[in-house]
């Protein structure tokens, strides 16, 4: 008897080895189809690719002044209650940290010239170049002034600042010696001469 029941399941374990082997076998070469259906037929659902960014226009000219629209919403509402301030990130995208080379891309540089000592703008510094400027004058004090919208690159005392100055309006016809009288903004950027990098930019408003 004890015999029998030896062999009965001898005979079960037999069978059940054999199924297993079977499962084993059916779910390797299933595997193994879908493998070779991926290697050679790429089954594989598509990814898109990403697209590169698209390359967009600066939001500006660079062969355009200074004006009121290079200052957002934000900062014209700041400055008009504040009337000057210190930021970081300035106007076409010039930072702190920023060469004076990729500074001076962003503007205009159309009318140049190196000032001597006797014969100074209204800025009164020991060297100025002018980098642009809507008109250039003698003045009632026989100065010679650049007319905003106009940018201005001065030395002194060793340090290198470009200061951009604009109307908030067009002037009336006519105006020259008297444009003081009218609202501008202005953004003064300090230049290191060590490195020739922004170290500061201040934006303002005169009223």
């Not at 004058?137 to 951009?164: K, S, Y």
Request: with cysteine; glycine share 8%.
């Amino acid at each position: 008897m004890a015999q029998r029941r030896r062999k009965e399941n001898l005979m079960k374990r037999k069978q059940r080895t054999t199924t297993l082997l079977c499962i084993l076998g059916g779910t390797g070469a299933m595997l193994l189809s879908l493998a070779l259906c991926l290697v050679f037929f790429d089954v594989r659902p598509r990814q898109e690719t990403p697209a590169a960014p698209e390359s967009t226009a600066l939001p500006y000219s660079a062969s355009s002044p200074f004006t009121v629209s290079d200052l957002t919403s934000a900062q014209l509402s700041q400055l008009r209650s504040q009337g000057r301030m210190s930021v970081s990130d300035g106007p076409r995208g010039i930072s702190i940290g920023d060469s004076l080379e990729t500074l001076l891309e962003r503007y205009p540089s159309t009318f140049t010239e190196l000032q001597p000592e006797t014969d100074l703008t209204g800025e009164q510094s020991l060297e100025e170049i002018i980098l642009y400027c809507a008109s250039y004058f003698e003045n009632q004090n026989g100065v010679m002034t650049a007319l905003p919208p106009r940018g201005l690159l001065t030395v002194d005392g060793g340090m290198i600042v470009v200061t951009l100055l604009a109307p908030t309006a067009a002037y009336p016809a006519g105006t020259l010696d008297n444009y003081g009288s009218y609202e501008h903004v202005y953004c003064i950027y300090t230049v290191e001469p060590e490195n020739m990098t922004v170290s500061s930019i201040v934006l303002g408003i005169n009223r």
